[in-house]
């Protein structure tokens, strides 16, 4: 019963992981300012 615990506990915290490398390991903040900046001046357009 433990094992299975700490296994389930293991893939969790792997999950968490990718999660967090995907969302942090992206764009940098000056491609994502002008991603925004280009979707706000699209968005003004129509």
């Known amino acids: 019963m433990l094992l299975i615990l700490l296994e389930a506990l293991g893939a969790g915290l792997i999950l968490v992981a990718i999660v967090w490398w995907t969302m942090f390991s992206g764009r940098s903040e000056a491609e ?14 129509n």
């Open 32 to 45: 994502h300012e002008k991603a925004s900046e280009a979707a706000k001046r699209e968005d003004s357009n």
